[in-house]
């Protein structure tokens, strides 16, 4: 019985080995679902259940081999020049198309805020008045 709980410490004290050692030379960018220090904590605290959530839930995802031959690694999109771009989208009132397309109605518009700017100038005459 003894040899048999010296085996589980042994392979407890070999998966915390190869944890710790895989959890502190992984990038710090690579490294999923929690920080490294979180991990590094979990492994330790936790042994052997943080050990084996590190292998499954936070070690670096492998590349994967897709079926057209190519490689892709997680997190290695589009180079940030390559990225495509799309054209920002415009406001109603800078966009010269749909401005365009309000033809008579723009007029009218174009009435109601001048009759406004008005309105306001008339206001702000009559404020000193009433001080």
């Known amino acids: 019985m003894i040899r048999l709980y010296s085996l589980f410490v042994l392979i407890d004290l ?3 080995v190869v944890a710790l050692i895989s959890c502190l030379s992984a990038e710090e960018f690579e ?3 929690l920080p490294r220090i979180a991990w ?3 492994i330790l605290l936790f042994s052997p259940i943080g050990a084996i959530a590190w292998f499954v ?4 995802a492998r590349p994967v081999r897709l079926s057209n031959g ?3 690694r997680p997190g290695s999109g589009f180079p940030e020049q390559e990225r495509p ?3 920002a989208p415009l406001a109603p009132d800078d966009d010269p198309e749909f401005l365009k397309s309000l033809g008579p109605d723009r007029t009218e518009l ?5 009759d406004l700017r008005r309105r306001e100038e008339e206001l702000r005459r009559q ?3 009433e001080q």
């Open 14 to 16: 070999a998966l915390l």
């Open 85 to 87: 771009r799309r054209a």
């Open 40 to 42: 590094v904590f979990l």
């Open 70 to 72: 190519t490689t892709w």
């Open 110 to 114: 174009q009435r109601w805020e001048a």
């Open 31 to 33: 490294i999923r679902a």
């Open 127 to 129: 404020e000193p008045k």
């Open 57 to 60: 839930a936070g070690r670096p």
